[in-house]
C-alpha cells in the first residue's frame, strides 16, 4: 500500500508535531506522509494548500488532490488508522461533529499559547 494521504501542519507548533508524529507512529501500512510548512522554502502554491487556512489549520491531501481542513482533515487521518477509527465514528456524529469543529478553531487559532510538557531544541522536534 502507498501514501493514500498527506498531512500537511505547522511544525512550530510543538502539539501539532507531536500528534502527527503519533499518526506516523500509528500507520503500519504507509498510507500518510506529513510535510512540515514551517519548513523554509515550503511552497504552498506548489502543494496545491489552501492559502487562507496556512498555519490555521491542518490541511490533509489525498491521492485525488481534494484538501480536507481541520477536523475534516483529522478525521481523513483517522479513518485510515485502525486505532482511531471509533474516534473517527464518533466525532463524525452531527452534534460531535459541530462541537469538535468549534473546539478545532479554538484551539488552533490559540496553539502557541498551550504549554507542552517539554520545550523542543530546533531539530528535535522534527516528523
Known sequence: MGVNLTVYY??????????V?????????????????AEPGFDPVG?????????KAIQVKDT????????EGLLAVW????????L?????LPGIYRAACLFYR????????????K???EESCGV
Open 79 to 86: 479513518r485510515v488508522l485502525p486505532r482511531y477509527r471509533a
Open 21 to 37: 508524529r503519533r499518526f506516523l507512529a500509528q500507520d503500519r501500512e504507509g498510507a500518510l506522509a506529513a510535510v512540515n510548512t
Open 106 to 117: 479554538v484551539f488552533a487559532r490559540n496553539r502557541h499559547r498551550f504549554r507542552w510538557r
Open 64 to 71: 485525488e488532490g481534494h484538501v480536507r481542513l481541520g477536523v
Open 88 to 92: 473517527a465514528w464518533f466525532v463524525g
Open 10 to 19: 505547522d511544525g512550530s507548533c510543538p502539539i501539532c508535531t507531536a500528534s
Open 47 to 55: 502543494e496545491g494548500l489552501v492559502l487562507e487556512a496556512l498555519g
Open 119 to 121: 520545550s523542543c531544541a
